[in-house]
């Protein structure tokens, strides 16, 4: 039997220098580090994308069994197709936005609901941390559920309009929101995630949030 390869730890950055600043930044980094079978790698150069940390939230009613997704023009699919006449730029997502110097996740999450939802959320849960694209990005996402209240099924726009936000809402029972998934019509990294979660731990959910109303 091969002897197991080492856990690599160290990484040395070179140099580093900002290329452009805008709302995004981009660094670019030299850099080395150690690899698994316990030699350097020769230096490498990387383009970083720098970001702040940000939050996603999916809208719970456990009651009702339903939740909200949104829809907005996104920049990010116009880079894969040559003719623009063919990217499809809606995307359906979570609300979600960056975290604000100041803020933790949580409150960062329940200001994105009022601002992208008109929604206020009674508790939130954290269901996972991760790094959408971390071969490019910087980006840490803090992905939450929160329970809100959801009466009525349909579609309302809501954004601010000092970020020309143009945000449509979806209440839809979380079945169909799974349908939406499972037939490939959303593709956003949250609601991807956050729907994946839900069909395996909605009802253990619904379970823990009636136990703490009782």
């Known amino acids: 039997m091969s002897d197991k390869p080492l856990r690599p730890s160290r990484f040395e950055i070179i140099a580093r220098q ?71 730029p809606w995307m359906i997502e979570t ?31 954290l269901i996972h941390q991760f790094y959408p694209s971390p071969g490019a990005s910087a980006e840490r996402v803090n992905l939450f559920v929160a329970e809100v209240d959801l009466p009525v ?18 209440v839809l029972e979380l079945e169909e929101a799974l349908s939406w998934l499972d037939d490939g019509r959303i593709q956003g990294v949250t609601a991807v995630m956050a729907l994946l979660w839900m069909k395996s731990s909605s009802a253990a959910l619904q379970e823990r949030w009636r136990a703490g109303r009782d």
Do not use: K
Request: proline share 4%; glycine share 10%; charged share 25%.
């Open 18 to 88: 900002r290329a452009y600043q805008g709302f995004f930044a981009l660094d670019v980094v030299d850099l080395r580090h150690e690899q698994f079978d316990g030699s350097w790698s020769q230096p490498i150069r990387r383009e970083l994308f720098c970001i702040s940390n940000a939050v996603g939230i999916l809208p719970y009613d456990s009651r009702r069994n339903r939740v909200v997704l949104i829809e907005q023009f996104r920049t990010g699919p116009l880079g894969a197709v040559r003719d623009a006449t063919t990217a499809q």
């Open 95 to 125: 609300p979600a936005g960056l975290i604000e110097t100041g803020e933790d996740p949580e409150m960062a999450g329940r200001r994105e609901l009022v601002e992208e939802c008109g929604l206020t959320a009674d508790r939130m849960e």
């Open 153 to 170: 099924i349909g579609q309302s726009v809501h954004g601010l309009a000092s970020e020309h936000e143009d945000i449509l809402n979806h």
